[in-house]
């Protein structure tokens, strides 16, 4: 009796064993992620459908997830910026999946501030002006939108490289006070004005890393802004990497050439020789007073201006953190000789994703140098005005480094004549050197309890500092009543910005 109750139980346990092998059947699924160009993605959430089982594909796009083989198994693929999709496993041992791109078309979205919303639902005058429509061959990036939106005029201050413009938008407001937009760059309010020795507030920031610029041109800007908006506002977005994008390398660089496309009309040697010669209350001192050179003034004064713009970026994604990374260098001659801009950008933008989504962090450090040979304009009106017939150089005023210089009976300079422009350009240092940093980190969290529920909190700091020298030799012409001038120039100024909202 005891003997046929054991093989019982022994029968028992096998055929427990057995069923509990028989339901625990598993199997190994393995396949990649493509995006619509093909390309891996890293970082894609697999999940069991009705589980919490889920993996996440490698650097190479691949994964591998152990599932059950009874039973409707279905994987979900999903990941930041990409259609979600379902695959039923069956009796499948490898899925390979492409998804889809779920981002809204970026000129049909705006950014106003503290929200984006699609441009059909908008109130306000906004105007968006996106990358393929800047103005090409521009080294600041204000000009970019030049002749870009109705509304908005921009007029260059001078003709000197990296000179700013003047922005308006619907004219000026105020006859007293400043009439300049707010500018806002990722989200930052920066400093209006420039340094000394920045040829412009918007010189510092490279245009190739510019996405878009967004002008708000009515009243609703000061709703966000406050007063600092009253004269509209220019939102300046940098370009940031692809989620899934793999690394990418770009260079580029652009040689120009700038001349001078007209010259002012002025009398030549030869017509002012005649005018003297012929004139019937001429005299003898007057005739003695020409000379016989035929000098172009402004040929002397301007020169073809030779530049170089080279950009190197490298973009890309690291598990959920798409990166980029661009360093330009800009090198470019003014038209006037002895001026020159020299200008080194750097621009890092960091911009991690957790929480499947629902925290968001942007990090955005640019930094720049500029060295600026600054020209004397005043040799621009001496072109015009000092005589044709006279020499540039002669060796009988070695006293003012060779110059010709109009001088008085008694041997003294003619303060009261033109000065020699090519001495004003010649004997004429300003040398400067801009220097800005902006740092800027946005934190942005979906509560998960309720994800159109928002905490935001944005954090930046705007430095900049300009210096530099100027320098006349004590014996320019020009200056030697005051002994030459070496005269140094600085300041610096910073921006702090601290907000957090609940949206």
């Given amino acids: 009796m005891q003997t046929h109750l054991l093989k019982i139980a022994c029968l028992l346990c096998m055929l427990m064993f057995s069923v509990n092998n028989l339901l625990g059947q598993e199997t190994q699924v393995k396949g990649a992620v493509f995006n619509p160009e093909g390309e891996t993605l890293?970082?894609?959430?697999?999940?069991?459908?009705?589980?919490?089982?889920?993996?996440?594909?490698?650097?190479?796009?691949?994964?591998?997830?152990?599932?059950?083989?009874?039973?409707?198994?279905?994987?979900?693929?999903?990941?930041?910026?990409?259609?979600?999709?379902?695959?039923?496993?069956?009796?499948?041992?490898?899925?390979?999946?492409?998804?889809?791109?779920?981002?809204?078309?970026?000129?049909?979205?705006?950014?106003?501030?503290?929200?984006?919303?699609?441009?059909?639902?908008?109130?306000?005058?906004?105007?968006?002006?996106?990358?393929?429509?800047?103005?090409?061959?521009?080294?600041?990036?204000?000009?970019?939108?030049?002749?870009?939106?109705?509304?908005?005029?921009?007029t260059p201050n001078g003709g000197a490289p990296g000179s700013g413009s003047r922005i308006r938008i619907r004219g000026g407001a105020s006859l007293s006070g400043s009439n300049d937009p707010l500018i806002i760059i990722d989200g930052v309010p920066i400093e209006n004005s420039s340094v000394e020795g920045a040829p412009g507030l918007l010189s510092?920031?490279?245009?190739?890393?510019?996405?878009?610029?967004?002008?708000?041109?009515?009243?609703?800007?000061?709703?966000?802004?406050?007063?600092?908006?009253?004269?509209?506002?220019?939102?300046?977005?940098?370009?940031?990497?692809?989620?899934?994008?793999?690394?990418?390398?770009?260079?580029?660089?652009?040689?120009?050439?700038?001349?001078?496309?007209?010259?002012?009309?002025?009398?030549?040697?030869?017509?002012?020789?005649?005018?003297?010669?012929?004139?019937?209350?001429?005299?003898?001192?007057?005739?003695?007073?020409?000379?016989?050179?035929?000098?172009?003034?402004?040929?002397?004064?301007?020169?073809?201006?030779?530049?170089?713009?080279?950009?190197?970026?490298?973009?890309?994604?690291?598990?959920?953190?798409p990166y980029r990374l661009a360093v330009g260098y800009l090198n470019e001659a003014g038209l006037l000789k002895s001026g020159n801009m020299e200008r080194l950008t750097t621009n890092v933008n960091l911009n991690p994703r957790y929480l499947n989504g629902h925290l968001k962090i942007d990090i955005s450090l640019k930094g720049s140098i500029i060295n600026n040979k600054i020209a004397n304009t005043g040799a621009i009106e001496g072109a015009m005005g000092f005589d044709p017939t006279q020499p540039v150089t002669a060796p009988e005023f070695e006293k003012y480094g060779g110059y010709y210089t109009w001088l008085l009976n008694d041997g003294s300079v003619n303060s009261q004549a033109f000065t020699n422009p090519v001495a004003l350009l010649d004997t004429y240092s300003n040398t400067a050197k801009v220097m800005r940093g902006i740092a800027s980190a946005q934190v942005d969290y979906r509560m998960h309890f309720l994800p159109e529920l928002r905490v935001n909190l944005n954090l930046s700091y705007d430095y900049a500092q300009g210096f530099g020298n100027v320098k006349i030799p004590k014996w320019a012409s020009y200056a030697m009543t005051r002994g030459g001038q070496n005269t140094n120039y600085g300041d610096y100024k910073t921006n702090k910005l601290f907000e957090s909202y609940l949206n």
């Fill in 42 to 154: 890293p970082g894609v959430s697999v999940t069991i459908e009705g589980t919490k089982t889920v993996v996440v594909t490698n650097m190479d796009g691949n994964y591998s997830i152990t599932v059950p083989e009874k039973g409707q198994v279905t994987l979900v693929f999903s990941y930041i910026g990409y259609k979600p999709v379902k695959v039923a496993v069956k009796n499948l041992t490898r899925i390979d999946v492409t998804l889809e791109n779920d981002v809204t078309d970026l000129d049909e979205v705006v950014l106003i501030g503290y929200s984006s919303v699609k441009k059909r639902d908008l109130t306000g005058a906004i105007t968006v002006v996106a990358e393929k429509d800047f103005q090409k061959g521009v080294v600041s990036a204000d000009r970019m939108i030049m002749g870009k939106i109705a509304g908005v005029v921009v």
């Fill in 204 to 321: 510092t920031i490279n245009p190739n890393d510019i996405e878009s610029m967004n002008v708000m041109k009515d009243a609703s800007a000061t709703a966000i802004y406050g007063s600092r908006a009253s004269n509209g506002i220019v939102i300046i977005t940098t370009k940031q990497a692809k989620f899934g994008q793999k690394t990418k390398v770009d260079f580029n660089t652009r040689f120009s050439t700038s001349v001078l496309p007209t010259k002012i009309e002025v009398l030549s040697a030869g017509q002012i020789r005649s005018i003297i010669n012929n004139y019937p209350l001429s005299n003898n001192e007057f005739k003695a007073m020409l000379g016989t050179s035929n000098t172009d003034w402004q040929d002397q004064i301007y020169q073809p201006a030779f530049g170089t713009d080279n950009n190197l970026t490298i973009s890309g994604t690291t598990t959920n953190m």
